[in-house]
């Protein structure tokens, strides 16, 4: 039996816990195949590829959608983050203020932006960002679609939502560290 989640198991508890890897893309296929049948593999995209209806509204990075593990990548580096899962959603942090937020399905990011401004980019670009939901209005937050963004703009998304929650002399030691190339 193989079990995937993030969130925790009912009814499980006195089974012991196994820690996999991520398989390489020929045995997951082969193991997909093995499980969902020939016939179902046959009409699945090839890894990296799309259905052509799905193309069009997406920008791809590398082939593919900007993930939570780019943005991990990225904010591991910025100077007092720390990730944490949150009632099963990847938030990342400075201290105790969330700067960067996943929906569960991860194809949502919500993150830092001033109130002041996010009516102008929503109206802007709607395709590519919306208004938090109700109960999030109160802070300095906007949603992007992560389908929707390509690896320069997460990039200046992700840095200007942390560098909204972190002191002043924290971003600008990151800056002069940083160089012209790592921020914009």
Known sequence: MLITSRRSLTGLDATPALSLDVLPVADAIALFTRVAGKDRV???????????????????????????????????????????????RVKFRVGSIVYVAFSHDETLMGFGFPKEERAALVAAEPDKFQLPRES???????????????????????????????PKKVYAAYVSSAGPHRVR
């Not at 799905?54 to 082939?63: D, I």
């Not at 993930?67 to 990730?83: I, K, M, Q, Y």
């Not at 300095?140 to 909204?164: F, G, Q, S, T, Y």
């Open 136 to 166: 999030d209005m109160r802070f300095n937050w906007v949603v992007a679609r992560m389908a929707a963004i390509d690896a320069d703009e997460m990039r200046e998304l992700v840095i200007e939502a942390w560098r909204l929650a972190v």
């Open 42 to 88: 046959a009409g699945t995209p090839a890894p990296g590829r799309r259905r052509p209806e799905a193309a069009s509204a997406r920008t791809h990075y590398r082939g593919g959608v900007i993930t939570v593990e780019d943005v991990r990548r990225l904010a591991s580096t910025l100077p007092r983050s720390s990730e944490h899962l949150i009632r099963d």
